[in-house]
């Protein structure tokens, strides 16, 4: 999902998404499967309402999420307006459901840029202890306590996604223009024996107005099903780039995943994985793990199960 801003940094936000189904056959080939596009316009300043939204395939329910805030409440909508995309985590569900977070990441390129304050509906900031990283007596509030505004993020240099040993792996990845932003994310399922694996990886990146591309949050996620139950029996989430020296510690939040149904992962992640031992990204990961079961189906159907 790419954030972009062409009309500049206080203009309408442009997310534009694609979401992208591979089989590994028998043989080693690769069959795509299934392929999904999503573009939307947001009026950043304006409550974060949708003014644009389609996608390809089309589905003409979108129409309905038009005017909606691209914040709270936003999932709640999809569910009401295409309640049988959620059902079958579909590609095009997984996109929607990353706007609204995509939508509040994006403001880093905002803020990075050196716009303050334009609009107080734009400057919505999670409450105190929400999650690790903005907890009380942290880096962030300490700061918006003495300046009045959160500490701006620097991050490493992003490496590339494309593994040269496994070029297929990633759809085309277009370049991002100064200030644009991308949260790429990656979900592999394969059978072994008595097992499900999941393999999963999540990053957000920003590129700065030099054109230089820098981390901003990235994790890695493994776990293992029991495949006649779908019951999460290991599951490790693994640190790789975070802003704060307080977010590392969410990643103990996966031991509380032990001994759930994957298939309930979304609303019990939603309902139940808040506070200062969890974050924001890392729940919404473990969310998407739940879209495993679709690709377990992907398998059946190609008789690799």
């Not at 509030?141 to 240099?157: D, N």
């Not at 990961?285 to 190609?302: F, K």
């Amino acid at each position: 999902m790419d954030s972009i801003r062409t009309d500049g940094l206080t203009g309408p936000l442009r997310l534009i998404g694609h979401s992208r189904d591979v089989v590994t056959l028998a043989d080693g080939q690769l069959e795509v499967v299934g392929d999904s596009h999503l573009e939307a316009r947001v009026e950043y300043l304006d409550s974060r309402r949708i003014s644009e939204l389609r996608s390809q395939p089309a589905d003409r329910r979108l129409d309905g999420l038009v005017g909606a805030s691209a914040a709270s409440g936003f999932r709640g909508k999809i569910l009401h307006a295409l309640p049988d995309q959620v059902a079958q985590a579909t590609r095009l569900h997984l996109l929607l459901d990353d706007i609204p977070v995509a939508t509040l990441v994006s403001g880093h390129a905002v803020v990075s840029g050196g716009v303050r304050s334009v609009n107080p509906a734009s400057d919505y900031a999670p409450p105190a202890d929400l999650c690790s990283g903005w907890r009380s007596g942290g880096t962030i509030m300490l700061q918006i306590e003495k300046s009045g505004a959160a500490p701006i993020v620097t991050g490493p240099a992003t490496p590339d996604l494309i593994d040269a040993g496994d070029p297929a792996a990633w759809h085309e990845l277009p370049p991002l223009p100064p200030h644009g932003m991308r949260r790429a994310r990656r979900l592999d399922v394969s059978v072994q024996g008595a097992d499900v694996v999941l393999d999963s990886h999540f990053r957000d990146s920003h590129v700065d107005a030099l054109g230089f591309e820098q981390t901003v949050h990235e994790y890695n996620v493994t776990m293992r099903l029991d495949r006649a139950s779908l019951v999460i029996h290991e599951v490790e989430a693994t640190t790789r780039v975070l802003p704060w020296v307080e977010c590392p510690h969410a990643t103990r939040s996966s031991e509380r995943l032990l001994g759930l149904d994957v298939r309930e992962l979304r609303p019990w992640v939603r309902a139940e994985m808040t506070g200062i031992d969890t974050c924001t990204h890392l729940n919404d990961q473990y969310r998407s793990m739940a879209d495993a079961v679709a690709l377990l189906d992907v398998l059946a159907a190609h008789n690799l199960d």
